[in-house]
Nanobody, 113 residues
Framework: QVHIVESGGGLVQPGGSLRVSCAAS????????MSWYRQAPGRQRELVAV???????NYADSVKGRFTISRDNAKNTVYLQMNSLKPEDTAVYYC???????WGQGTQVTVSS
């Protein structure tokens, strides 16, 4: 069975940094594209960042220059390093695989002073 597990969320002050992690099992991780999404209360779920199996990355305009997606295939883990955090980054952050569209349970990131 496939399991996607996010971790590392928490409460940070504006301007702070946080790294969230996504561990995958039940798939050949190195063959999958992986994405980070986020959903804030009252907002649609939005794509934040993508990393392909080859390591290419893409980012939403709202996070470009502040967030970095990376992967460690030896650990079957994808990361999202979030710097210069803003209150509008507050959301539940989800990890998704492609193909298969397997989702994790999400991890809460709250940016507040």
């Amino acid at each position: 069975q496939v399991h996607i597990v996010e971790s590392g969320g928490g409460l940070v002050q504006p301007g702070g940094s946080l790294r969230v992690s996504c561990a995958a099992s039940g798939i050949v991780f190195s063959m999958y594209d992986m994405s980070w999404y986020r959903q804030a209360p009252g907002r649609q779920r939005e794509l934040v960042a993508v990393i392909t199996s080859a390591g290419s990355t893409n980012y939403a305009d709202s996070v470009k220059g502040r967030f970095t997606i990376s992967r460690d295939n030896a650990k079957n883990t994808v990361y999202l390093q979030m710097n210069s955090l803003k209150p509008e980054d507050t959301a539940v952050y989800y990890c998704k695989s492609n193909p298969g569209d397997y989702w994790g349970q999400g991890t809460q990131v709250t940016v507040s002073s």
